[in-house]
Structure formats: C-alpha cells, structure tokens
Nanobody, 125 residues
Framework: QVQLVESGGALVQPGGSLRLSCAAS????????IGWFRQAPGKEREGVLC????????YIANSVKGRFTISRDNAKNTVFLQMNSLKPEDTAVYYC??????????????????WGQGTQVTVSS
C-alpha cells in the first residue's frame, strides 16, 4: 500500500527558509515520479515541483523557480522540498504525490496516483 506522509510545515517569516519532507512507504522511489503541490484557501491546487523516477529531471513552476528545490534520499525513501526566500504568497497546505511512471513528470494533479495528507506552511511576519 502506497503511503506518503509530509512533515516540516511551520510558521516562518518572509525571507526565511523551510524544508519539507515526504516519507514514502509501501513502494520505492525508483519507480515513481514525485511531485509537490500546494493549495491556498479558495484557490486551486498548484503544482510546484516534480522529480522523475530516475531522479534525473525536475519540472518546476515559474512561481518558485530560483527559490525552491526538490531532492530525494533513496536510503530513507524520502523526498524533500527546500524552500528559500519565502514570500507570504507561498502560504498554503503543501502536499506530496506519487505517480508510477518510468519516465516523465508533470505539474498536473491527474498525473499522480497517491497523495499525502498535507502540511501547513504559513509565511507571515
């Protein structure tokens, strides 16, 4: 059974940094693309970053380019979202998602099969 658990959400000041974790169980990352999404109140879910199953390619939204990065630790079966230079508009619930894909990635939710429960990130002074 594929399970994803996010952690690391917090209240942070503008300009600050935060690292989110997505711990995967029931599958190994080698066969799954992993995406990070976010959803602010009253807005649609937005794709932020996606890492291919090989770990060789990353898709990134323009809104976070140059500030957010994605990485993974295969030994821990965990994917990370490093967020720097945070802005108030980054405030949202952040979700990780997994899609069994041998190649490719996407910032569209329908690409993914399994989702975590989300973790709240609030950027405010």
């Amino acid at each position: 059974q594929v399970q994803l658990v996010e952690s690391g959400g917090a209240l942070v000041q503008p300009g600050g940094s935060l690292r989110l974790s997505c711990a995967a169980s029931g599958f190994t990352l080698d066969y799954y693309a992993i995406g990070w999404f976010r959803q602010a109140p009253g807005k649609e879910r937005e794709g932020v970053l996606c890492l291919t199953s090989s770990g060789g390619s990353t898709y990134i939204a323009n809104s976070v380019k140059g500030r957010f990065t994605i990485s993974r630790d295969n030994a821990k079966n965990t994917v990370f979202l490093q967020m720097n230079s945070l802005k108030p508009e980054d405030t949202a619930v952040y979700y990780c998602a997994a899609g069994r894909r041998s190649t490719g990635c996407s910032l569209y939710p329908r690409f993914f099969d399994s989702w975590g429960q989300g973790t709240q990130v609030t950027v405010s002074s």
